[in-house]
């Protein structure tokens, strides 16, 4: 038996596959473009690992994902592959559209032919996991229950219009075509190997290199944390586990505002790597101009997957938080290069021009 993984060299992706193949025997097939987002490096351990295939490639290229399923006849594949960021999807909407929801499309149509023509035992069993998010529900207000599998779609970025686009597809494929899907939707993930444009990183990286850390508004957006982990653990609970056709909310019951986040990582920092000034790394917070359309408040309703398949995260915020700082400080050379010519672009594009509107207490 084989899984194919797609985006398996980002973030959450390359988690996974550490995870998977750390816990078992089944081999991985890999498919990652390599956008600035993809990094080998996370998954160079694996180099020499029997179980493990890298593939590089696009999920839109319906030859090489026909070639691969011949090839390897896995039994899942796990749908990672996406452009992920938010400020991207607004400064930049066209690749989100490509890969989120065309891509998606390419792939459920590849998997469709694939799966056409397993014998029936192998078709009953094979299932297509497509990982999504919270963001395509939208944003709630303070006193709203939080995020259920039956809320409505309310998507308000590119980005979360993209992934709500691709669950449509997703979830339409099975209702017409029998396709054995699962989708899951998450919410903010932190941990290892998190590309230093999102929140968590960005600030652990600034905060080191002496620069400013920068917060939307008012920095009262609340967002529901789980560490990546715990993700990559309810995923695979979902694949062994979920009911064909069902969608799984996945979250660890953590919403905290992003001001508290940038305190935490700070008072942490502070703690494990002091600034030679003595001074605390809070001094460095500054608030700039708002995302535009800035959704105010996630949080998952996680009762489905805890009561139906008994899945629960491992890591409390304060245990999840304090490895990931530790990490980061652990892994400068990661951290150095994955700072190459088109991150500093980014930063330079997104926080060149930003206007700070008042510097922190
Ligand atoms: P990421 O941006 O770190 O990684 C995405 C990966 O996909 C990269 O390796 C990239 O090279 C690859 N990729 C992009 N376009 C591709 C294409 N056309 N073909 C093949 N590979 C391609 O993203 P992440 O944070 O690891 O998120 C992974 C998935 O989880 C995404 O679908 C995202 O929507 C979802 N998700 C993320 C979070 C989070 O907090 N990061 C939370 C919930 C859900
Ligand atoms: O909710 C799940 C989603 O979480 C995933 O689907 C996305 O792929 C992932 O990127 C993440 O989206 P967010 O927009 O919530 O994450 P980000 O880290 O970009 O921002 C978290 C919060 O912090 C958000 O309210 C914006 C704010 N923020 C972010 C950055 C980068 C700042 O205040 N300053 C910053 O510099």
């Known amino acids: 038996?084989?899984?194919?993984?797609?985006?398996?060299?980002?973030?959450?992706?390359?988690?996974?596959?550490?995870?998977?193949?750390?816990?078992?025997?089944?081999?991985?097939?890999?498919?990652?473009?390599?956008?600035?987002?993809?990094?080998?490096e996370n998954l160079v351990s694996l180099s020499k690992h029997p179980g493990y295939l890298f593939a590089h490639g696009d999920i839109q290229d319906a030859t090489l994902v026909d070639r691969l399923l011949a090839e390897h006849r896995p039994r899942a594949v796990v749908n990672f592959a996406a452009e992920s960021h938010v400020d991207r999807s607004i400064s930049g909407p066209s690749?989100?559209?490509?890969?989120?929801?065309?891509?998606?499309?390419?792939?459920?149509?590849?998997?469709?032919?694939?799966?056409?023509?397993?014998?029936?035992?192998?078709?009953?069993?094979w299932r297509f996991l497509h990982v999504s998010t919270d963001e395509v529900y939208g944003s709630l207000a303070p006193t709203d229950d939080a995020f259920s599998e039956t809320h409505r779609y309310a998507p308000n970025s590119p980005y979360s219009a993209s992934k709500a686009a691709s669950d449509h597809l997703v979830r339409a494929y099975h209702h017409t075509y029998g396709l054995p899907v699962l989708t899951?939707?998450?919410?903010?993930?932190?941990?290892?190997?998190?590309?230093?444009?999102?929140?968590?990183?960005?600030?652990?990286?600034?905060?080191?290199?002496?620069?400013?850390?920068?917060?939307?508004?008012?920095?009262?957006?609340?967002?529901?944390?789980?560490?990546?982990?715990?993700?990559?653990?309810?995923?695979?609970?979902?694949?062994?586990?979920?009911?064909?056709?069902?969608?799984?909310?996945?979250?660890?019951?953590?919403?905290?505002?992003?001001?508290?986040?940038?305190?935490?990582?700070?008072?942490?920092?502070?703690?494990?790597?002091?600034?030679?000034?003595?001074?605390?790394?809070?001094?460095?917070?500054?608030?700039?101009?708002?995302?535009?359309?800035?959704?105010?408040?996630?949080?998952?309703?996680?009762?489905?997957?805890?009561?139906?398949?008994?899945?629960?995260?491992?890591?409390?915020?304060?245990s999840g938080i304090r490895k990931t700082v530790q990490w980061y400080l652990e892994n400068p050379a990661w951290v150095a290069n994955v700072q190459n010519g088109s991150y500093r672009e980014w930063v330079a594009q997104q926080y060149g021009h930003g206007n700070p509107v008042a510097p922190a207490a």
């Not at 490509?98 to 192998?122: H, I, P």
């Not at 996945?250 to 703690?271: A, Q, R, Y």
Request: glycine share 8%.
């Open 1 to 40: 038996m084989t899984i194919l993984v797609t985006g398996g060299a980002g973030f959450i992706g390359s988690n996974f596959v550490l995870d998977w193949l750390a816990q078992s025997d089944e081999p991985v097939v890999n498919l990652d473009k390599l956008t600035y987002a993809g990094n080998p």
């Open 184 to 318: 899951t939707n998450c919410s903010n993930n932190y941990g290892p190997y998190h590309f230093p444009e999102k929140l968590i990183p960005l600030m652990i990286v600034n905060a080191q290199a002496g620069k400013p850390l920068p917060v939307y508004g008012d920095g009262q957006q609340v967002r529901d944390w789980l560490y990546v982990k715990d993700h990559c653990s309810a995923i695979r609970r979902v694949l062994y586990k979920g009911r064909m056709g069902e969608v799984y909310n996945i979250g660890g019951w953590n919403e905290k505002p992003n001001l508290e986040i940038v305190h935490t990582v700070c008072d942490l920092l502070d703690e494990l790597k002091p600034r030679a000034d003595g001074k605390s790394y809070r001094a460095q917070i500054t608030y700039v101009a708002d995302r535009p359309g800035h959704d105010r408040r996630y949080a998952i309703d996680a009762r489905k997957i805890e009561q139906e398949l008994g899945w629960k995260p491992s890591e409390t915020f304060e």
């Open 95 to 125: 690749a989100f559209i490509q890969t989120n929801v065309v891509g998606t499309f390419q792939l459920l149509e590849s998997v469709r032919r694939y799966w056409g023509k397993l014998v029936d035992a192998e078709r009953t069993t």
